[in-house]
Structures are given as structure tokens and as C-alpha cells.
């Protein structure tokens, strides 16, 4: 059996990591999220629920205790704190597989046009992304750090991964292929151990994403 905490549960990618882990029959998922407002009702068998912060010290670290993958989905200005937080609990709670879900532009690793309207609309929000990320790579844990690029909403599975240094590619990414590259790695916690990606949909290269 394979214990997962989904941290972030209710935000759109990890709700199809979740659907995609639902009836793995040697997957157990543990689901945290701040609003139970955010609860579906359907909620998978395998799955179980806890409600609160990942700042909660005791709390995450119940949670995260006795896990084998912890699954960060998180957002906001203190992306860094929580990110340490989580790092905290699971090297108290010896758990070394973990995939944390960031943004494209941390690196200033996107070329062109695209590049400067990325900055320009976003920059100063990547800042804490950014120290996650250093966070998360000096951890010492075996760490999949995902860069989506701008995400939409279409139902496909459609992407191409870069390595960190590497330009980045396109424009966009359904929040679907972030996920299926999430579930493919919790499917197989040895690839991409180590990895730092960029994740986008082939052939969308451009100045800026097309909904924009």
C-alpha cells in the first residue's frame, strides 16, 4: 500500500491527481485542505480527509507521518514558510518523497517576449516560489519540483517537460497534464527524483498565453 498527503487538495491540479489516483487499488490518499467549503462530496473511496494549515505544526505532522509521498499543491505569499514547514515535518517524520508544484519564470528562464510579459505581469508573485524552490532543493529530500506553465482548463493530456536551466517552452498547460505528470510520479516514485521541470504544451510558443 502507498500512503499519499495531497497538501492543497482542493486546487484544481491536485483534484485530478486525485481522480487519477481514485481507483489505484494499492493507493491511499490523504487529502488536506483549508476549507471544507472546498469538499466535493465525492471524494474518493481511498481517500480520507483532514481540514487545516500546513503552518499547523502538529497538525502537519500528523499528517504527514507514516506517509510515503507528501504531494504539495500550495499557493500564496508565504509560499516559503510553508514550503519549510512541510520540509520540517518530513524530515522529522523521516518521508523523503516529495513533488512540489511551483511556477515557470522562478529562473528567469523564459526567452523573448514571452519572458518580459511574464516578469512584467507576475514577477514580484514568483519571489517566494523562488525560495521554495531553493528551500525544497537543499532539503536534502528526494524533491520532483514542477514548473507549469500558464494553465487553462481543457480536458487533455498534451505536455513536454524542460530541465531547470534549460529555456523554458510555450505558453500554456492544461491543468490535466500537470496532474497526469503528478500521478505518473506518485505511480513510480523514482522518476524524475531529483528533477526540477518545466512542464508546457508542445507547439504553444508565443508572446503571451492565448487567453490573455
Same mark, same amino acid.
Do not use: C
Given at each position: 500500500?502507498?500512503?499519499?498527503?495531497?497538501l492543497?487538495a482542493?486546487?484544481?491540479?491536485?483534484?485530478?491527481v486525485? @481522480?487519477?489516483?481514485a481507483?489505484a487499488?494499492d493507493?491511499?490518499?490523504?487529502?488536506l485542505?483549508?476549507d471544507p $467549503?472546498?469538499? !466535493?462530496?465525492?471524494?474518493?473511496?481511498?481517500a480520507?480527509?483532514?481540514?487545516g494549515n500546513?503552518?499547523?505544526?502538529?497538525l502537519? $505532522?500528523?499528517?504527514?507521518?507514516?506517509?510515503?509521498?507528501?504531494y504539495?499543491?500550495?499557493?500564496?505569499?508565504d509560499?516559503? @514558510?510553508?514550503?519549510?514547514?512541510?520540509?520540517?515535518a518530513?524530515?522529522?517524520?523521516?518521508?523523503?518523497?516529495?513533488?512540489f508544484v511551483l511556477?515557470?519564470g522562478?529562473?528567469?528562464?523564459?526567452?523573448?517576449?514571452f519572458?518580459e510579459w511574464n516578469q512584467?505581469i507576475?514577477?514580484?508573485?514568483? @519571489?517566494?516560489?523562488?525560495?521554495?524552490?531553493?528551500?525544497?532543493e537543499?532539503s536534502?529530500?528526494?524533491y520532483?519540483?514542477?514548473r507549469?506553465?500558464?494553465?487553462?482548463?481543457?480536458d487533455?493530456?498534451?505536455?513536454e517537460t524542460t530541465a @531547470?536551466?534549460e529555456p523554458?517552452?510555450? !505558453?500554456?498547460?492544461?491543468r490535466?497534464s500537470?496532474?497526469?505528470?503528478?500521478?505518473?510520479?506518485?505511480?513510480?516514485?523514482?522518476l524524475?527524483v531529483g528533477?526540477?521541470l518545466?512542464?508546457?504544451k508542445?507547439?504553444?510558443?508565443?508572446?503571451?498565453?492565448?487567453?490573455?
Open positions: 500500500m502507498r500512503n499519499v498527503l495531497i492543497g482542493s486546487g484544481q491540479i491536485a483534484q485530478w486525485v @481522480k487519477a489516483l481507483d487499488p493507493v491511499r490518499q490523504t487529502l485542505l483549508r $467549503k472546498k469538499l !466535493t462530496g465525492h471524494e474518493p473511496a481511498n480520507q480527509v483532514v481540514i500546513v503552518l499547523d505544526k502538529k502537519l $505532522k500528523a499528517a504527514v507521518t507514516g506517509q510515503d509521498i507528501v504539495a499543491n500550495l499557493i500564496g505569499e509560499l516559503d @514558510k510553508q514550503a519549510q514547514a512541510v520540509i520540517a518530513m524530515q522529522a517524520a523521516g518521508v523523503k518523497r516529495l513533488v511556477s515557470l522562478i529562473y528567469d528562464e523564459i526567452p523573448g517576449k519572458g512584467a507576475i514577477g514580484e508573485d514568483l @519571489k517566494p516560489y523562488r525560495r521554495a524552490a531553493d528551500a525544497v537543499a536534502g529530500l528526494d520532483t519540483i514542477v507549469p506553465a500558464w494553465l487553462m482548463d481543457e487533455e493530456v498534451d505536455y @531547470k536551466g523554458f517552452k510555450g !505558453t500554456v498547460v492544461s490535466k500537470v496532474g497526469d505528470l503528478i500521478a505518473k510520479v506518485i505511480a513510480n516514485p523514482a524524475h528533477a526540477n518545466g512542464v508546457n508542445p507547439h504553444t510558443d508565443g508572446d503571451k498565453p492565448y487567453f490573455m
